[in-house]
């Protein structure tokens, strides 16, 4: 079946921001008392909602989240670069694309900004903001779906996490599963989608579904 409409996640599938977020939000738990490494918070916490965190980490002391934020925005703003590969990948795609991202809109726009792709995606970015249920519910792929004109077999998404996989297969589209990121292809396994391991080589994966 023809592809109408490629969604792609936005951390750890068009940024590099997952080591900088695992690295940043595992020392932050570590000083609520936590005993954790990164990979540990990086299984538990990689493409989650930001509700669904919250949830997890529980009460926390005046001053703690305002730290948190400034330590990642610091760390981004210096560091964050794009997935090699991907704007290879985007320069060569003739189909529609669109953003869908668990992240909240400021933090996608500023990722976005900081690594060059913001023009790429104007006027299509959809966060977990825009729905009442973030990944691993499907209704943020089904909401930038229907906004794009795209009917759910002619989308190709493509993501990172388990969460993603989940909600794109939940959502009844293809999906095309990043596994040469943070994210073990052993967690990515069997979940319904096709992993990939070199970005630039997504116009050809995306084609062959046709």
């Given at each position: 079946?023809?592809?109408?409409l490629?969604?792609?996640?936005?951390?750890?599938?068009?940024?590099?921001?997952?080591?900088?977020?695992?690295?940043?939000?595992?020392?932050?738990?570590?000083?609520l008392?936590?005993?954790?490494?990164e990979?540990?918070?990086?299984e538990?916490?990689?493409?989650?909602?930001?509700?669904?965190?919250?949830?997890q980490?529980?009460?926390?002391?005046?001053?703690?989240?305002?730290?948190?934020?400034?330590?990642?925005?610091?760390?981004?703003?210096?560091?964050?670069?794009?997935?090699?590969?991907?704007?290879?990948?985007?320069?060569?795609?003739?189909?529609?694309f669109c953003?869908?991202s668990?992240?909240r809109h400021?933090?996608?726009?500023?990722?976005?900004?900081?690594?060059?792709?913001?023009?790429?995606f104007?006027?299509?970015v959809?966060?977990?903001?825009?729905?009442?249920?973030?990944?691993?519910?499907?209704?943020?792929?089904?909401?930038?779906?229907?906004?794009?004109g795209?009917e759910?077999?002619?989308?190709?998404?493509?993501?990172?996490?388990?969460?993603?996989?989940?909600?794109?297969?939940?959502?009844?589209?293809?999906?095309?599963?990043?596994?040469?990121?943070l994210?073990p292809?052993?967690?990515?396994?069997?979940?319904g989608?096709?992993?990939?391991?070199d970005p630039?080589?997504?116009?050809d994966?995306?084609?062959?579904?046709?």
């Amino acid at each position: 079946m023809a592809v109408d409409l490629v969604i792609f996640d936005c951390d750890g599938v068009l940024v590099d921001s997952e080591p900088i977020s695992v690295r940043v939000g595992t020392a932050a738990v570590r000083r609520l008392g936590w005993t954790i490494d990164e990979a540990e918070y990086a299984e538990r916490f990689v493409g989650c909602t930001n509700e669904y965190w919250a949830e997890q980490i529980g009460p926390t002391p005046p001053g703690w989240r305002d730290q948190l934020n400034a330590d990642y925005v610091a760390a981004v703003t210096a560091e964050l670069c794009t997935v090699r590969g991907i704007e290879e990948a985007l320069d060569q795609l003739s189909i529609p694309f669109c953003v869908a991202s668990n992240g909240r809109h400021r933090t996608i726009r500023r990722s976005l900004e900081l690594t060059g792709l913001a023009h790429r995606f104007a006027g299509r970015v959809f966060s977990a903001e825009d729905v009442a249920r973030g990944k691993p519910a499907p209704d943020l792929f089904l909401h930038a779906a229907a906004t794009m004109g795209a009917e759910p077999e002619r989308c190709v998404v493509v993501e990172d996490s388990p969460f993603g996989v989940t909600a794109a297969v939940s959502a009844g589209m293809r999906c095309l599963a990043f596994a040469g990121g943070l994210t073990p292809a052993s967690r990515l396994t069997g979940l319904g989608a096709t992993l990939f391991h070199d970005p630039a080589k997504l116009p050809d994966l995306i084609g062959s579904l046709d």
